[in-house]
């Protein structure tokens, strides 16, 4: 074979094709930057911290395993999948979060979630929403309670290190996020009075919403260079708004606007970053689709019914469960076949 | 110019086409030497028909067709054969450049199994890449109804610029020789399927084309795209027709020829020349005076790039045919042969060898430049785990190994080596299965015939005892009772079983007279026999009571 390489053999104007793993990984990490950078604007040096915690405890996990499992180590640390999973871990955790918390997230996303599926490429579940699922439910009440924006003080990047929790913020309501503010509101409350009561503290929603698009610019970037396709975040985004709608219309009083789920909480995140992950994600285009679509769909049950104010970990982890069946049904029909989905072998016309 | 139709996928790699098709097509240096390989074209080697020492001309036959598919090898150059070897013929040259031509046919006169006998008796194969013999291709319309017949001109390889070249300097016997095959197959319309990144070849075949022309032939230009030269590909982008899996476009009515072919034909059937010389391309950043030549079959690879300046300390490799599907030459002291459209001598930069391979994150840039549709990475999992059912089943067979997949994949897997692989090895079990069934089918015979045999012995063993017993008349000692129903329903089976066979041959032997019956003709044996056993049991018993009666 002397087939033409993707790396070595591109002319200056015909360089149309993605360009190798390794660059992709780096891609995404920086991309994740103007999210990162915004997020530490609002909510301080935490984010950071905990971005370089998590990518540290990913690098160092990844190179135990793979020594235990007697893989070439750096040929694997050079992909920097495992980088990517701290830094994507990190920016989901609430700012300055202990350090154990971080390496116990880490623990489930590495070794757990990927290493022991085989490394990269073999992980059913996307690692970073693994780690980030067992949080979840391990701490649930620290995981939804955020440093209400520009109140990152000095003590708490000490509690990141000395690891306690920040016992005094538990039973307040000012560190909630307003996906949790907003689901919590009691069914006493219309959804109109909820506003009008200026429960958060100010300026959560609009650093939220900055949040939400600076992910967004940092998702059109990988767009535009072919890091990711389209299929996805569209399919995802289409169908949360679309179900969000619906119900909105329905009952305005009691259901929170399209809008305000589609700027609150993680959906642009996952959207553009978590659901995205090729290797926990459907193969097939038209597969892609029904991943996205169902990802958006799930979060808006779990948001709306659910126990939990964010979803989109849950409902990622739920559609990475569906890969398999999405990808048996989703096979497109090659040229020159009858049937599109898999025919039995002896069956070929 | 009209709008054309789209298969899924393909990709945009570098053309790299200016390296050679800014020189004229010129005639190579009479080689001094030639070899000739007896395989230069699908189906069975030909036979060689000259000893060591005849004296040939050029266009002598050396090596004759032998069996159904395969195809005659003539004398590139005038001179001796100097060796005559299982798998080639070597001829030293005398430099005369003798000819031996056939009479000259006149086409439009000419019977249509003169015009075959004729590509037959000079050899005539796909000059695009397959070499199927092109008798074998024109004899299609005895089984299918062809309606168009396609040029194939694509040429959506980089570097190749061979059929570019033929048609800037043939287009009007290209389109006599398309001419030719129209007729020989019955087709109404005859279309050009061309990239647009030829521009010099399109000018010649509008030239070409507003010549009168007796019947219809339409040029379509479609914008370049690799694999849009796919033969099935290119059907999908002219006529939007899909080729069935399995199938060939005859089955669509569609037949597809190279220019390359079709300039051979004419040359064949308007003066009588056999396929002796071919248009090579000579590429690459390794050579000082790439371009296309005229080459004699047989010439050495290295002699070819040597006069066309080989930079031997910058070579890297020699590829034969185009960068995507060619194979490199593990030796350049190897012949041109039918199937050489293409040499490029590279350097290290020019085709890196791939970077090392990293696990696949299916990604799925594979599946969307796959031209047919499938799902690349699912195969190569399915390849690696060697899965042969699943592998059937997301239809490895339909692959037809453009490389388009290994090419964008991130993680440079190659995608095509390990589906090469995979598909050798299924053919491989497909053909020990026929094996080991064919040798069942030998077993039941030998058990068939054995008990056709015991039961004549029984029934000879039967006559004498009668014979004995009639005059003694004593009764049969061991009267046994017999079965007879059950014999009789055995006799019937039987007889349904070689009525099976015998339609199985019938039916096998009309849909594919190509195919070997011997396996076939072997299950009737078997059914045969088994009925001459079945008819000689049912007869003994009948035999018996009535002797038991007449006692």
Redesign the interface.
């Known amino acids: ?11 200056a104007n ?1 360089a ?9 990984m780096r891609w995404v990490i920086a991309a994740t930057l103007p999210g990162i950078a915004t997020m530490s604007y609002f909510f301080g040096l935490g984010v950071i911290s905990n971005v370089l915690l998590a990518a540290a405890f990913g690098i160092a996990l990844e190179a135990t395993v793979l020594r235990l499992r007697k893989r070439p180590i750096r ?1 694997a640390l050079n ?1 920097s ?1 495992a980088l990517l999973t701290g830094v994507l871990l990190g920016a989901s955790l609430p700012p300055a979060s202990p350090w154990w918390i971080i390496g116990v997230g880490m623990i489930a996303a590495i070794v757990v979630a990927k290493q022991l599926y085989g ?4 992980n059913p579940f996307n690692p970073a929403m693994v780690g980030y699922a067992l949080l979840l439910v391990s701490f649930p009440t620290y995981m939804t309670l955020w440093a209400p924006p520009q109140e990152l003080l000095p003590t708490g990047l000490w509690a990141q290190i000395s690891g306690t929790l920040p016992t005094a913020q538990l039973d307040s309501l000012s560190g909630a996020t307003p996906l949790d503010a907003f689901k919590h509101k009691g069914e006493a409350f219309l959804a109109s009075e909820f506003w009008a009561a200026n429960p958060l503290p100010d300026g959560t929603l609009s650093a939220w919403r900055w949040v939400a698009l600076a992910w967004l610019a940092g998702g059109v970037v990988l767009l535009a260079k072919r890091i990711i ?1 389209w299929h996805i975040p569209v399919a995802m985004l289409g169908s949360l708004l679309l179900l969000a709608t619906l119900f909105y219309l329905s009952d305005p009083s009691h259901f929170a606007s399209p809008l305000f789920h589609l700027l609150t909480g993680a959906t642009l995140f996952g959207a553009f970053f978590i659901a995205t992950d ?2 926990s ?1 459907a ?3 038209r597969g ?1 689709l029904l991943y996205g679509a169902g990802i958006g769909a799930l979060i808006i049950i779990i948001r709306t019914f659910g126990g939990y104010p964010d979803a989109v970990a849950f409902a990622v982890l739920l559609m990475n469960l569906c890969v398999p069946l999405l ?1 048996l049904y989703s ?8 049937k599109a989905s ?4 002896g069956e ?2 | 110019m009209s709008s054309a139709f789209d298969f899924p996928g393909g990709i945009y790699p570098p053309e790299r086409k200016q390296r050679s098709n800014q020189s004229g097509l010129i005639e190579a240096p009479l080689p001094r030497r030639v070899t000739l390989p007896l395989q230069q074209h699908s189906g069975q080697a030909a036979t060689p028909c000259v000893a060591h020492g005849d004296a040939v001309k050029v266009g002598s036959v050396v090596a004759k067709r032998e069996g159904m598919i395969s195809s005659n090898l003539h004398a590139s150059i005038s001179g001796t054969v100097s060796e005559v070897s299982a798998t080639q013929i070597s001829i030293d040259g005398d430099g005369q450049d003798n000819w031996e031509r056939l009479p000259s046919l006149d086409w439009q006169r000419a019977e249509p199994s003169s015009l075959l006998e004729r590509l037959n008796e000079s050899g005539i194969v796909g000059l695009g890449g397959a070499g199927f013999p092109t008798h074998i291709k024109a004899r299609v319309v005895e089984r299918h109804a062809i309606n168009t017949l396609v040029i194939n001109a694509a040429e959506c390889e980089p570097y190749i610029t061979a059929d570019d070249l033929t048609l800037r300097n043939h287009a009007n016997e290209v389109l006599e020789g398309a001419q030719i095959v129209a007729k020989l197959c019955g087709a109404q319309h005859i279309i050009i399927g061309i990239e647009d990144n030829k521009p010099d070849a399109i000018k010649a075949l509008k030239h070409a084309l507003s010549n009168c022309q007796p019947i219809n032939i339409e040029l379509k230009v479609i914008p370049t795209r690799y694999p849009s030269g796919g033969e099935r590909q290119l059907i999908k982008r002219l006529l939007n027709l899909d080729v069935p899996t399995g199938g060939l476009p005859a089955d669509v009515g569609v037949l597809c020829h190279n220019p390359g072919t079709l300039l051979a034909i004419l040359n064949a059937v308007r003066d009588g020349q056999p396929l002796v010389s071919r248009v090579v391309t000579l590429t690459g950043e390794a050579i000082t005076q790439p371009g296309n030549r005229w080459v004699r079959l047989g010439t050495s690879v290295r002699e070819l790039l040597e006069q066309a300046g080989l930079n031997t300390p910058e070579l890297h490799q020699v590829i034969q045919g185009g960068p995507m599907m060619g194979t490199p030459l593990l030796t350049l002291d190897t012949p041109v042969t039918k199937l050489t459209n293409c040499l490029i001598a590279a350097t290290l930069e020019e085709l890196p060898p791939p970077p090392a391979e990293s696990p696949c994150i299916r990604c799925g840039e594979c599946e969307s430049v796959c031209p047919v549709a499938l799902l690349p990475q699912q195969l190569h999992w399915y390849a690696r785990a060697q899965d042969d059912t699943k592998l059937e089943r997301y239809h490895l067979f339909d692959c037809i190994e453009c490389g388009a997949c290994s090419y964008v994949c991130p993680s440079h897997i190659p995608l095509v080596v390990d589906y090469r692989e995979a598909k050798s090895r299924l053919r491989l079990q497909r053909i020990e299965a026929v094996k080991a069934e064919h040798a069942k089918h030998r077993f039941e015979f030998r058990q068939a015939r054995l008990a056709r045999e015991e039961a004549e012995k029984q029934a000879r063993k039967q006559a004498r005892q009668a014979q004995q017993r009639r005059p003694s008349n004593t009764p049969a000692a061991s009267s046994e009772k017999v079965d007879l129903r059950g014999l009789r329903i055995a006799h019937a089976a039987a007889k349904a079983s070689v009525k099976k066979a015998e339609k199985n041959l019938a039916r096998v032997a009309q849909e594919d007279p190509k195919q070997s019956l011997d396996d076939l003709e072997m299950q009737l044996a078997t059914a045969q026999e088994n009925l001459k056993a079945a008819e000689l049991q049912l007869a003994q018993a009948r035999e018996q009571p009535s002797s038991e009666e007449s006692s």
């Open positions: 074979m002397s087939m033409m390489h993707a790396s070595g053999v591109k002319d015909t149309t094709s993605v360009p190798p793993t390794a660059s992709l040929v992909d999948s490394g990269l490429g073999h396709s090729p290797v994600a193969t097939s285009q892609k990808d096979v497109p029909r090659p040229t020159g076949q009858q898999p025919g039995k072998p070929q016309p």
